[in-house]
C-alpha cells in the first residue's frame, strides 16, 4: 500500500477529523500511466475510508483517555529511538506510552525498555504485510496492549521511512519529524509531504555539522520553502542539545486546557521559527 500517494502535501484540504492530520479522497495522484489506472483509485479508496474510520476511533480513545498522542517520525537511522530515550529519562513525571513500530525484530524496543515507558510492539511483519509504515489499523492493534487511562502521553514511533508514514493519519494529536544532518540539505524538497506534514522537525545530530560539508542556512531554506510554520529544534543526543526543549514541547501538548478544548495537545500548534 505505501507505494501509492494520495497528495503532494498529506493534508486533507477543507475538511478532517479535527487534528489537522486526515487525508481526503479528492486527489489520490496520477494514475495514468498505469493500464490498471481506474481499479487502483478504486482499491486506494477502500483502503483510505477503511485508515481514516479507524484514525477516528483511535483519536475518540486518545480523547476519551485523557491521553496526548504524538507520531513521530523519520528515515531510518535518523536518531528518533535515540531521542526518544533521551526524552524518557528526563520525563520522569510523565506517564509515557510507547507504540514501537518496525518491519521486524525487538531491538528499538529493547533499547527503549527499562526507562519508565510501557512498550507495545508493532512488528508489520505479524500479519500486516511487512508494510513500510503505520496506519490506523495497525496502531489500533497495538492500543490493545496498553492501558490508555493509565497514561498522559503516547508516543508512537512510526517506522523509518520519509515517505509512506506522512500519508497514513493513525489518530494522533501532532507529529514530530527527526531529520538528521548526514541526510543533505535537499531533503525537504525530495520528500516534501513528510516534511509539509509535521508540526515539529527535530535536526537532529547537530554535533556532526563540524565534520560535514553541510550548509544548514541551505536546509532550512529548503524548509520553509515546503513549511514555513513548523517548530524548529536543534537536537544531538550525543551533547544533549534540544532534548530538553524537545521535552518542554511535549509537555506543553500533554498540559489540559482550562476551557476544556483540544487545542493544548496540539490541534492548534504554537510554531516557532529556527
Not at 498505469?34 to 484514525?55: K, M, P, S
Request: aromatic content about 6%; some cysteine; glycine content about 10%.
Amino acid at each position: 500500500m505505501g507505494r501509492f500517494h494520495r497528495h503532494d502535501d498529506g493534508h486533507e484540504h477543507g475538511q478532517g477529523h479535527g487534528h489537522g492530520h486526515g487525508h481526503g479522497h479528492s486527489d489520490l495522484g496520477d494514475h495514468s500511466g498505469y493500464r490498471t489506472g481506474g481499479e487502483r483509485i478504486e482499491v486506494l479508496e477502500r483502503i483510505f475510508d477503511e485508515n481514516d474510520h479507524t484514525a477516528a476511533a483511535n483519536r475518540a480513545d486518545f480523547d476519551s483517555a485523557g491521553v496526548t498522542a504524538i507520531n513521530v517520525m523519520s528515515s531510518p537511522g535518523a536518531g528518533k529511538t535515540s531521542l526518544l530515550a533521551a526524552a524518557l529519562r528526563i520525563l520522569t513525571e510523565t506517564r509515557v506510552g510507547i507504540v514501537e513500530g518496525d518491519i521486524e525484530t525487538s531491538i528499538d524496543a529493547d533499547r527503549l525498555s527499562g526507562l519508565g515507558a510501557t512498550i507495545s510492539l508493532l512488528n508489520t511483519a505479524n500479519g500486516f504485510g511487512g508494510e513500510c509504515h503505520l496506519d490506523a489499523p495497525m496502531v489500533r492493534s497495538a492500543l490493545s496492549k496498553l492501558d490508555l487511562t493509565a497514561l498522559d502521553l503516547l508516543l508512537i514511533e512510526n517506522v523509518g521511512n520519509l515517505v509512506c508514514p506522512a500519508e497514513f493519519s493513525v489518530g494522533e494529536h501532532a507529529r514530530a519529524m527527526v531529520y538528521s544532518v548526514t541526510e543533505g540539505e535537499e531533503k525537504p524538497l525530495k520528500y516534501p509531504v513528510m516534511f509539509r506534514s509535521a508540526d515539529l522537525i527535530l535536526v537532529n545530530k547537530v554535533d556532526l555539522l563540524p565534520h560535514l560539508d553541510y550548509d544548514i542556512d541551505i536546509f532550512f531554506r529548503n524548509l520553509r520553502a515546503v513549511n514555513p510554520t513548523a517548530a524548529v529544534l536543534e537536537t544531538s543526543t550525543r551533547t544533549g542539545r534540544g532534548v530538553a526543549d524537545f521535552c518542554d514541547w511535549l509537555r506543553t501538548r500533554c498540559t489540559p486546557d482550562p476551557e476544556g478544548s483540544a487545542a493544548a495537545r496540539g490541534d492548534t500548534t504554537a510554531r516557532s521559527q529556527p
